[in-house]
């Protein structure tokens, strides 16, 4: 069976009103294309309702994840697409492999010997993850237009009247005073940081606190090896490429030189930070010496990984 034969066949003729129908997926061998091991399940077909008589329809719409019981207990299985048709859904999953059908409940006559057995799984109970009753849509609850015209009012923000002169508010000594009708728009414009900072407040352009740590920073990066910082420059210059272990070193450059003369450094000097990724972080590089393998240079960082001389 195909699968857009499968999407169009109704589970409930197959076992009853409440049945659902499983599409495994596997490899054939051999005249009678006898399924091989491993079965994956690829989709399933559910009907709208179950044997209690529980409306699915808007949990079937929703639904992320699907378990039930299988042959080999528990199948958890994620939903990937989901198509609606007459009084069922049809649910394509992400393949999941199994090594075990269900017992075989009869054979058609029809077809080779493995097409014409038909598998039954009796009494498995599905869980729907997220299971939502409710549908969203065509609620009585809806605000539709003119119909809710009560908004919140905004914690800072005054209605500034100028229905009678449009330079001077009729209402100036209220606003002054802090006294004035409140604005109904949303307080998110005026009150959270994200929104205010970029709006009207702006940002910071130094941490504050640790020097070097700037609210955004802008790196350049290098092929380097790092040794102790109290290693010999010679000895460390000498090594064959081949022997060292390279790592990614990242420095913020500086705007350097006089007009017309300006340019950007595109190597670290004495006073740049160096920084090196450990789990997805820049970590700065103190107390070592980078080699860089481009320059032949040897930089030397302090206990806070600031560059103090280069050789």
């Excluded at 992320?64 to 958890?76: A, M, N, S, Y």
């Excluded at 493995?114 to 065509?138: E, H, K, R, T």
């Excluded at 908004?151 to 500034?160: F, G, S, T, Y």
Aim: proline residues 6%; hydrophobic residues 35%; charged residues 20%.
């Amino acid at each position: 069976m195909t699968e857009l034969e499968f999407i169009n066949a109704d589970p409930r003729g197959y076992g009853g009103a409440t049945n659902a129908n499983l599409l495994i997926s596997s490899s054939v061998s051999g005249s009678n294309n006898t399924p091989e091991l491993p079965y994956d399940i690829v989709g399933i077909t559910l009907p709208f309702e179950d044997e209690n008589g529980t409306v699915l329809q808007n949990a079937l719409k929703e639904t992320k994840e699907l378990r039930f019981q299988f042959t080999e207990g528990v199948i958890k299985i994620p939903i990937i697409e989901r198509q609606k048709r007459d009084g069922y859904f049809y649910l394509r999953l992400l393949p999941t492999s199994v090594n075990t059908l269900p017992p075989i409940d009869r054979t058609v006559g029809i077809g080779t010997p493995a097409v014409q057995d038909i598998y039954l799984f009796q009494d498995s109970s599905f869980i729907f993850v997220p299971f939502i009753q409710g549908g969203f849509q065509n609620s009585e609850f809806n605000p539709i237009i003119n119909n809710a015209n009560n908004n919140k009012l905004n914690a800072v923000a005054q209605v500034v009247d100028r229905s009678a002169d449009a330079a001077t508010p009729t209402n100036l000594d209220a606003l002054i005073g802090g006294v004035a009708q409140k604005a109904q728009i949303q307080n998110c414009t005026y009150t959270k940081a994200g929104l205010k900072n970029g709006r009207y407040d702006g940002s910071k352009l130094t941490s504050g606190s640790i020097v070097g740590d700037d609210p955004a920073l802008t790196f350049r990066e290098f092929e380097a090896s790092l040794h102790p910082d109290d290693s010999d420059d010679s000895t460390i210059k000498n090594i064959q490429l081949s022997d060292r272990t390279l790592t990614t070193v990242y420095f913020p450059p500086k705007v350097v030189g006089t007009y017309p003369n300006i340019k950007e450094q595109t190597f670290p000097a004495v006073g740049s930070y160096l920084y090196e990724v450990q789990r997805g972080r820049f970590i700065r590089v103190a107390g070592k010496k980078v080699y860089s393998t481009d320059k032949n240079n040897v930089f030397l960082t302090d206990e806070v990984g600031q560059v103090s001389a280069v050789t």
